[in-house]
């Protein structure tokens, strides 16, 4: 017992399995032999229905007996596999000539099962006689089936290419198929062509064969991808639905999809089509229905008044599988082994098969031709003697001994002499004989015409040309699929996906964003929004779901946000930090935002730093695809960082823009002076700075304007803009705090006020104070302004708000 049992790796006996795994199913299950198209399962089908007489001319018969038959005679496998692939050989929206016929229920392009194969009746279809006919002329190869009880083919003969004709899909081990339908005819036509002009090009055969052409129809796009596949076996293109727009009596119109995409699932096409528009992630659709019934497929889209129907069908084509990606992986056996193979090799290969069948039909054609030729000389020569004959055999003791007789005396063959002693006497008649001689004249010339074809390869050629045109001729259809020579580029306008709606944006100085439905802003009031303590409101805006907010940060960078990516949060909430949408680093804060509908040339953003440089940058160079990471917006020098953005209009002549620093120096000049640079770019100097002195506020001002100023005592400022002084960009400025020599006032915030601007608020680490800014009356040019905080109790002042 012991010598029986062996030691060995675990490693070399799974992979000695798994090798001899693999083996099996990808030359025994899964991939199609590139010479009938067909897996091993699919031709055991076929050739057990062809044997047990269930054929198109028949009636059909209970598909649970062909099943019965092939689990017991050929395939060893579970009933559902071989009933599954019965099923996938009758569904018209699988192949593009269906090779079984089916009475009932075989599932639906809905993915619904089929009935159970005791309610389903099957038979051949015509069109599966050409790749079974002349199986029986020892035209291929037979050998045991799995219990050496019965013969099975290798291989069918396949009168036409049925690998190109209706595909295949599969899966093994380390290899898998995926080879398109395609139109018979043409497919005939570009093989006609191959035998006759060996050298072809693929080019010269796409003249022929266009493309794929799929059961379900639909619009092929890329001729490059399907160049490449016939080249070399791989290759992509695009397949999309057929549709058209309807107008309803109501005035507004629907998308109708008369063919969807190959091989895709129309009930979970249309569900997630109906998914989008009940998500509003695309605005437009009123209604989905599939109102397919009995004359064809069609899904209808209603759609809402005044509604782009391109705009809502590229989105869908996008974002469904209106549109999918086919990839040609045209793997197949040949001679024994998996196989790349470009569309060249594929028809040489089916060819080649085609040269062997036929030539083995017409050899054993030729034999049994003539046989019979010996027969029917046999026959003439005994009745040229008859009267002897017949005496002969009257004169023998049985069947066998009248045989060896007419051998010994007449020089009959054994298979001459077996003929003559079973000849009926009707036979003897004079009208037979001329038949014989007719029949012997008819076999002369057919053993010539078979000789000529085994002899000259041309002839056996023409006869798989005739043979091919006639089937094409039985069988051909139109084109189902239209080919487009480039893939569509698919463009989506916003107002699809984004409904159009307008409510309030509101950003904080600590970096909290939100949008909010105009009816909880109405409810609560302007004053009662969400803030964290020591927090203040930035920006309030009226703006569309449809807009794009640009944030700024101290970094010189910026987020692109879509409006109606913002969260949607009551006006009492406190909103979301903007990190939460687009990742910043933790030292990085929020110092404007402006919200934008159209990125044009019209107006620009201004960007200025602490240290004096200033930048002004066309608005169109801000419009970006990327909203998962900061943008740069200027470019910032080590030490520096931005505190002031500006968007202004590039048509207004005559904008002034003002800088106030930390030592109370303030310059104004015209935007005119400032050059468009670049997003990258670090722009110009702005002002002339002191030593130790740096930029508090940049911004525009006009006539109307006044700026109010907080110093580091507490102390308030407002001027009016006639105090201003224009000059030229980067000089020094003027002084507008009265130098002390004790603790002298030093600018820490500033902000310009306008004249719907009513109230200010002062915040510092601790503590909050708000205000009347008419309360603030206008001051001089070297005052310090009015004492309003006491800097012991309130703290150092960290910034001023006014609203």
Same mark, same amino acid.
């Given at each position: 017992?012991?010598?029986?049992?062996? *030691?060995?790796?675990?490693?070399?006996?799974?992979?000695?399995?798994?090798?001899?795994?693999?083996?099996?199913?990808?030359?025994?299950?899964?991939?199609?032999?590139?010479?009938?198209?067909?897996?091993?399962?699919?031709?055991?089908?076929?050739?057990?229905?062809?044997?047990? +007489?269930?054929?198109?001319?028949?009636?059909?018969?209970?598909?649970?007996?062909?099943?019965?038959?092939? $689990?017991?005679?050929?395939?060893?496998?579970?009933?559902?596999?071989?009933?599954?692939?019965?099923?996938?050989?009758?569904?018209?929206?699988?192949?593009?000539?269906?090779?079984?016929?089916?009475?009932?229920?075989?599932?639906?392009?809905?993915?619904?099962?089929?009935?159970?194969?005791?309610?389903?009746?099957?038979?051949?279809?015509?069109?599966?006689?050409?790749?079974?006919?002349?199986?029986?002329?020892?035209?291929?190869?037979?050998?045991?089936?799995?219990?050496?009880?019965?013969?099975?083919?290798?291989?069918?003969?396949?009168?036409?290419?049925?690998?190109?004709?209706?595909?295949?899909?599969?899966?093994?081990?380390?290899?898998?198929?995926?080879?398109?339908?395609?139109?018979?005819?043409?497919? @005939?036509?570009?093989?006609?062509?191959?035998?006759?002009?060996?050298? $072809?090009?693929?080019?010269?055969?796409?003249?022929? &064969?266009?493309?794929?052409?799929?059961?379900? +129809?639909?619009?092929?796009?890329?001729?490059?991808? &399907?160049?490449?596949?016939?080249?070399?076996?791989?290759?992509?293109?695009?397949?999309?639905?057929?549709?058209?727009?309807?107008?309803?009596?109501?005035?507004?119109?629907?998308?109708?999809?008369?063919? $969807?995409?190959?091989?895709?699932?129309?009930?979970?096409?249309?569900?997630?089509?109906?998914?989008?528009?009940?998500?509003?992630?695309?605005?437009?659709?009123?209604?989905?229905?599939?109102?397919?019934?009995?004359?064809?497929?069609?899904?209808?889209?209603?759609?809402?008044?005044?509604?782009?129907?391109?705009?809502?069908?590229?989105?869908?084509?996008?974002? /469904?599988?209106?549109?999918?990606?086919? *990839?040609?992986?045209?793997?197949?056996?040949?001679?024994?082994?998996?196989?790349?193979?470009?569309?060249?090799? @594929?028809?040489?290969?089916?060819?080649?098969?085609?040269?062997?069948?036929?030539?083995?039909?017409?050899?054993?054609?030729?034999?049994? /031709?003539?046989?019979?030729?010996?027969?029917?000389?046999?026959?003439?020569?005994?009745?040229?003697?008859?009267?002897?004959?017949?005496?002969? &055999?009257?004169?023998?003791?049985?069947?066998?001994?009248?045989?060896?007789?007419?051998?010994?005396?007449?020089?009959?063959?054994?298979?001459?002499?077996?003929?003559?002693?079973?000849?009926?006497?009707?036979?003897? /008649?004079?009208?037979?004989?001329?038949?014989?001689?007719?029949?012997?004249?008819?076999?002369?010339?057919?053993?010539?015409?078979?000789?000529?074809?085994?002899?000259?390869?041309?002839?056996?050629?023409?006869?798989?040309?005739?043979?091919?045109?006639?089937?094409?001729?039985?069988?051909?259809?139109?084109?189902?699929?239209? $080919?487009?020579?480039?893939?569509?580029?698919?463009?989506?306008?916003?107002?699809?996906?984004?409904?159009?709606?307008?409510?309030?944006?509101?950003?904080?100085?600590?970096?909290?964003?939100?949008? /909010?439905?105009?009816r909880s802003f109405n409810a609560s009031g302007k004053d009662e929004i969400g803030l964290k303590e020591q927090d203040g409101v930035l920006k309030i805006l009226e703006v569309n779901t449809q807009d794009n907010a640009l944030v700024f940060t101290n970094k010189g960078r910026y987020l692109f946000i879509p409006v109606h990516k913002i969260a949607d949060i009551k006006w009492k909430d406190l909103g979301q930090h903007v990190s939460q949408i687009v990742p910043i680093d933790e030292d990085e804060r929020v110092i404007d935002c402006y919200v934008v509908s159209e990125f044009d040339d019209q107006s620009a953003i201004i960007t200025a730093t602490r240290q004096g440089m200033i930048k002004k940058s066309l608005l169109s160079g801000f419009k970006s695809t990327r909203t998962n990471k900061p943008l740069v917006a200027a470019k910032i020098k080590d030490g520096d960082e931005l505190i002031s953005v500006m968007h202004v209009s590039t048509k207004i002549p005559s904008q002034l823009l003002t800088f106030l620093t930390f030592k109370g120096m303030s310059l104004t000049y015209a935007l005119e002076e400032l050059p468009d640079t670049g997003l990258r770019a670090a722009g110009v100097k702005g002002i002339n700075l002191k030593n130790d002195d740096h930029v508090v506020m940049v911004n525009t001002v006009s006539p109307q304007d006044t700026i109010l100023i907080a110093t580091q005592r507490g102390s308030l400022k407002r001027i009016?803009?006639?105090?201003?002084?224009?000059?030229?960009?980067?000089?020094?400025?003027?002084?507008?705090?009265?130098?002390?020599?004790?603790?002298?006032?030093?600018?820490?915030?500033?902000?310009?006020?306008?004249?719907?601007?009513?109230?200010?608020?002062?915040?510092?680490?601790?503590?909050?104070?708000?205000?009347?800014?008419?309360?603030?009356?206008?001051?001089?040019?070297?005052?310090?302004?009015?004492?309003?905080?006491?800097?012991?109790?309130?703290?150092?002042?960290?910034?001023?708000?006014?609203?």
């Amino acid at each position: 017992m012991s010598e029986i049992i062996q *030691n060995l790796p675990l490693e070399d006996v799974i992979g000695d399995r798994f090798g001899r795994y693999s083996k099996y199913i990808i030359q025994e299950r899964a991939l199609p032999d590139v010479r009938d198209g067909l897996k091993p399962v699919q031709r055991r089908i076929l050739y057990s229905m062809y044997s047990n +007489g269930n054929t198109y001319d028949k009636h059909f018969r209970k598909s649970a007996k062909t099943v019965g038959d092939v $689990i017991g005679q050929l395939h060893p496998h579970g009933d559902s596999s071989v009933y599954d692939a019965m099923v996938r050989l009758s569904q018209d929206w699988k192949l593009r000539h269906v090779l079984v016929e089916m009475h009932g229920n075989n599932g639906s392009i809905d993915n619904d099962p089929p009935a159970a194969m005791r309610y389903t009746e099957a038979k051949l279809s015509q069109l599966s006689e050409q790749i079974l006919r002349d199986i029986h002329k020892d035209t291929v190869d037979f050998v045991p089936n799995y219990d050496d009880t019965e013969m099975e083919p290798m291989v069918l003969p396949a009168r036409f290419p049925n690998l190109l004709v209706n595909g295949s899909t599969g899966i093994s081990a380390g290899y898998a198929t995926d080879i398109p339908p395609h139109n018979l005819a043409e497919v @005939i036509t570009a093989t006609l062509k191959y035998i006759d002009h060996p050298n $072809i090009t693929v080019n010269q055969l796409m003249k022929h &064969i266009k493309g794929p052409d799929f059961p379900t +129809g639909g619009i092929v796009q890329g001729i490059d991808g &399907i160049k490449k596949a016939y080249e070399t076996g791989k290759g992509k293109v695009v397949v999309r639905a057929k549709t058209e727009t309807e107008t309803l009596r109501n005035g507004r119109h629907q998308i109708v999809v008369t063919e $969807i995409p190959y091989e895709v699932n129309k009930s979970s096409l249309v569900k997630k089509i109906d998914e989008l528009r009940a998500d509003k992630k695309v605005d437009g659709i009123v209604e989905v229905r599939d109102e397919t019934d009995r004359s064809g497929l069609r899904i209808a889209i209603e759609l809402k008044k005044d509604v782009n129907a391109t705009s809502v069908l590229n989105f869908l084509f996008k974002n /469904t599988d209106l549109q999918v990606a086919y *990839n040609f992986n045209m793997v197949a056996i040949r001679e024994g082994r998996p196989q790349l193979m470009g569309i060249k090799s @594929i028809i040489d290969s089916y060819l080649n098969h085609q040269i062997e069948v036929v030539s083995r039909r017409t050899r054993y054609d030729l034999k049994h /031709t003539e046989e019979r030729m010996h027969i029917v000389e046999g026959l003439m020569k005994a009745l040229s003697i008859l009267d002897e004959v017949i005496a002969l &055999i009257r004169n023998s003791k049985n069947k066998r001994d009248a045989k060896d007789n007419l051998v010994e005396k007449y020089d009959f063959t054994e298979a001459q002499a077996e003929a003559i002693v079973m000849l009926q006497l009707y036979r003897l /008649t004079n009208t037979d004989i001329v038949a014989l001689q007719e029949e012997h004249a008819e076999l002369k010339e057919k053993i010539d015409a078979l000789r000529h074809i085994l002899d000259h390869h041309d002839a056996l050629l023409n006869v798989i040309k005739e043979e091919l045109t006639a089937i094409k001729k039985q069988f051909k259809s139109p084109r189902l699929s239209v $080919i487009e020579e480039k893939i569509a580029e698919i463009k989506i306008d916003k107002e699809v996906i984004v409904p159009s709606e307008t409510v309030m944006l509101s950003m904080t100085q600590e970096g909290y964003i939100k949008r /909010t439905s105009l009816r909880s802003f109405n409810a609560s009031g302007k004053d009662e929004i969400g803030l964290k303590e020591q927090d203040g409101v930035l920006k309030i805006l009226e703006v569309n779901t449809q807009d794009n907010a640009l944030v700024f940060t101290n970094k010189g960078r910026y987020l692109f946000i879509p409006v109606h990516k913002i969260a949607d949060i009551k006006w009492k909430d406190l909103g979301q930090h903007v990190s939460q949408i687009v990742p910043i680093d933790e030292d990085e804060r929020v110092i404007d935002c402006y919200v934008v509908s159209e990125f044009d040339d019209q107006s620009a953003i201004i960007t200025a730093t602490r240290q004096g440089m200033i930048k002004k940058s066309l608005l169109s160079g801000f419009k970006s695809t990327r909203t998962n990471k900061p943008l740069v917006a200027a470019k910032i020098k080590d030490g520096d960082e931005l505190i002031s953005v500006m968007h202004v209009s590039t048509k207004i002549p005559s904008q002034l823009l003002t800088f106030l620093t930390f030592k109370g120096m303030s310059l104004t000049y015209a935007l005119e002076e400032l050059p468009d640079t670049g997003l990258r770019a670090a722009g110009v100097k702005g002002i002339n700075l002191k030593n130790d002195d740096h930029v508090v506020m940049v911004n525009t001002v006009s006539p109307q304007d006044t700026i109010l100023i907080a110093t580091q005592r507490g102390s308030l400022k407002r001027i009016a803009f006639k105090v201003l002084q224009q000059a030229k960009r980067a000089q020094r400025g003027i002084t507008l705090l009265k130098e002390l020599k004790k603790q002298p006032h030093r600018i820490v915030s500033a902000r310009v006020c306008q004249p719907d601007q009513s109230r200010y608020k002062l915040i510092s680490q601790n503590d909050t104070f708000e205000g009347e800014i008419k309360d603030i009356h206008l001051s001089e040019q070297y005052t310090n302004g009015s004492f309003v905080v006491d800097t012991t109790v309130f703290g150092e002042i960290e910034n001023l708000f006014v609203e």
